[in-house]
């Protein structure tokens, strides 16, 4: 059985810097690509930053690039979502899911799905 599990979220003062972790158990990270998806408060889930389990390869929202990475540690079985200059508009909770096909960006695509932690950027 698949399952993740998200860890990092906190309260963060703005241009401040959080990593949250993806532990996925069940299957090994090279059959999934790990999407990061975030779901602010009143709106609906986004995608974030995605990573392909086997390559590496990466793909980035255009509202995080260049200020988030999403790296993966096969090892650990482990995705990271490393965050700097945070700002108030990155206030959300933040899931992790596991895509088998598909297109990264769109949710309904992904298999498995982490509980969600919450990050709080404060002014």
């Known amino acids: 059985q698949v399952q993740l599990a998200e860890s990092g979220g906190q309260l963060v003062q703005a241009g401040g810097s959080l990593r949250l972790s993806c532990l996925v158990s069940?299957?090994?990270?090279?059959?999934?690509?790990i999407g990061w998806f975030r779901r602010p408060p009143g709106e609906e889930r986004e995608f974030v930053a995605g990573i392909a389990g086997d390559d590496g390869r990466t793909f980035y929202s255009p509202s995080v690039k260049g200020r988030f990475t999403v790296a993966l540690d096969s090892a650990q079985n482990t995705v990271y979502l490393q965050m700097n200059s945070l700002k108030t508009d990155d206030t959300a909770v933040y899931y992790c899911?596991?895509?088998?096909?598909?297109?990264?960006?769109?949710?309904?695509?992904?298999?498995?799905w982490g509980q969600g932690t919450q990050v709080t950027v404060s002014s």
């Open positions: 069940g299957r090994t990270l090279s059959t999934f690509v």
């Open positions: 899911g596991a895509l088998i096909s598909g297109t990264w960006i769109r949710a309904s695509d992904y298999s498995y």
